[in-house]
């Protein structure tokens, strides 16, 4: 048995299989991101309280992106940043749940032939088309064929241990002790953090005639409770909602299990029921068995069976919780108890979970770079407001919105760098910079705010009064820098690239004014009108204020695609 074990055959083809069937899976899901992200953006948006839609946008973010574990820890993610409700969330997971069974139905088919084929066809694809839907075709070419090469070498690997009766005998154990087998598919699972790569471990052995049909249900049936451990992982330091959701998800999985296991016999029958071509295979098989002697399998197409077995428990266990969502949203919050604490200024949207799925951390980015903008124009606003009125009650709340402007600088641009590091398609790669330019520029408007409200401070502390001609230039120029602000973050908003012509008079009528409003403060010095010490806090502010209409111009440059 020790020798078996041992077996280098064994060990570097499992080893090496399960390496490639991983990679192949990776290179694939990243490739049907790619073609499908602005679909993916669109379903998500579609987004209701009604449980159905839920279920359904579940269902079809995990067939698009081939993983559930990235699909839950996206609406963990959601969840945390008060994108998604508790009970949205809940929706959404059971329809991940049927969603990453389509991927045990593609493996099922018997195309291991084609393996080699797709490598080749994906890999001259990928590194001489120029056309980039057809480079992220060959990616998805690549990793299927990657991950079929992958289950083939697995399947080789178990030869050895084919003619070993103590290797049977201890899978025979785990078809005869369902709980033990349940217990063994959830810890490789958690090992390895991929479910579809345990069924793939699964399927070598069921196919190779190592394990049992009941061995492989067992196995199966623990593969989905140790899928849930990757979302429980991803929510540890996140809000309660975020760690309701997480846990929603392992009691979904966990009840599931436990009631198919108590009628095991029955889900059997039914999954032999359905399978097609059943009937016909077993009397083939058995006058192949008369005919040359040769042994019966214990179950006619054990790779379809497998598959079925896996989507059949996914649906099952959908429809008898799809109408108790309420529950089990009541369940987890009782189990995780407490109030959330809310935090006046805090990252919102982005989450460092999605980034393995670009095209949401994307739109995450832009999210919070919105937001982050829509925070600028207020402390633009409330600048004015107090070079208006001299109140001082109003710094410490343009204090804290602008640490907020430059925490969300820091961390929006943390996280493009890192989004820029994964697998990304060429304009994600050119959206990526024009945010980057975006945020270093409300981030300098933010501060040229800062320069004008301790100049206001400094003129009230000096008892340097401006005239009153003075003051309403400041107002005006304040205005027109407010209103082109206002205008480009309306225009982010729409994500409209047609204000070239616009933003470039606006910036031009600010430049203007400044040059104007310079003139006519030297005139005002030459006769005496204004004083020489609130003169210089004057022309610091029209600086300052012609410098937010530069970095405002900037700012639509990027929006255009110019930046």
Request: proline share 2%.
């Amino acid at each position: 048995m020790l020798d078996i074990l041992l077996n280098q055959t064994l060990i570097f083809g499992l080893f090496g299989g399960l390496g490639l069937f991983l990679f192949g899976m990776k290179i694939m899901s990243e490739g049907l991101q790619k073609v499908a992200g602005d679909k993916m953006r669109k379903i998500l948006s579609a987004l209701t309280a009604n449980r159905f839609i839920s279920t359904l946008v579940g269902l079809s973010v995990t067939a698009i992106i081939q993983s559930s574990s990235a699909t839950t820890v996206m609406v963990v993610g959601f969840v945390n940043a008060g994108l998604m409700s508790l009970y949205q969330a809940i929706g959404v997971v059971l329809g991940a749940n049927i969603g990453t069974t389509i991927t045990a139905q593609l493996i099922a088919f018997k195309i291991t032939a084609y393996a080699l084929p797709a490598i080749g066809a994906g890999a001259a694809l990928k590194l001489f088309s120029k056309n980039k839907k057809w480079v992220y075709t060959g990616e998805i070419l690549l990793g299927f064929g990657i991950l079929f090469f992958g289950l083939a070498t697995m399947k080789e690997a178990f030869d050895p241990v084919k003619t070993s009766t103590e290797f049977r005998d201890m899978f025979l154990l785990v078809g005869d002790h369902y709980l033990l087998g349940v217990l063994i598919g959830a810890v490789l699972t958690i090992i390895v953090q991929s479910s579809t790569a345990t069924l793939g471990i699964t399927l070598a052995l069921a196919t190779s005639g190592i394990i049992s049909f009941e061995a492989s249900v067992v196995l199966i049936l623990g593969e989905n409770i140790g899928t849930t451990i990757t979302a429980n992982l991803a929510a540890i330091g996140t809000n309660l909602a975020a760690r309701r959701t997480a846990l929603a998800h392992f009691l979904f999985n966990l009840i599931g299990v436990a009631y198919m296991v108590a009628f095991l016999p029955i889900f059997m029958n039914f999954v032999e029921m359905i399978t097609p071509g059943t009937a016909d295979f077993v009397v083939e098989t058995q006058k192949q068995a008369v005919n040359y002697g040769v042994s019966v399998g214990d179950k006619p197409f054990i790779a379809r069976h497998i598959a079925n077995t896996h989507t059949l428990f996914n649906i099952i266990n959908t429809l008898i919780f799809l109408p108790m969502i309420g529950i089990l949203a009541k369940l987890s919050t009782l189990l995780i108890r407490g109030k959330e604490i809310e935090m006046e200024y805090h990252l919102k949207y982005i989450d460092n979970r999605v980034l393995n799925t670009p095209p949401i951390a994307l739109g995450q980015a832009r999210a919070e770079t919105r937001r982050m903008a829509q925070m600028t124009v207020e402390m633009l606003e409330e600048t004015i407001e107090f070079l208006a009125d001299n109140n001082d009650k109003r710094i410490p709340a343009l204090d804290k919105k602008e640490e907020a402007v430059d925490l969300l600088q820091r961390e929006i641009t943390d996280f493009l760098v890192a989004l820029s590091q994964q697998s990304i398609s060429q304009e994600s790669s050119k959206d990526i910079a024009s945010l980057m330019h975006m945020v270093n520029d409300l981030e300098r408007v933010g501060d040229h705010c800062e320069n004008l409200w301790r100049l206001g401070l400094r003129r009230k502390g000096e008892k340097a009064p401006f005239s009153e001609i003075a003051t309403a230039e400041i107002q005006e120029m304040g205005e027109k820098c407010k209103a082109f602000l206002s205008f480009t973050v309306q225009a982010l908003e729409r994500q409209d690239k047609t204000i070239k012509e616009k933003a470039s008079f606006m910036e031009d009528e600010i430049d203007q004014l400044e040059e104007t409003f310079r003139n006519n403060h030297i005139a005002r010095l030459n006769t005496s009108e204004c004083a020489v010490d609130p003169g210089l806090i004057f022309v610091d502010m029209l600086h300052n204020f012609e410098k937010i209409g530069d970095h405002t111009f900037n700012v639509s440059r990027a929006i255009i695609g110019q930046r």
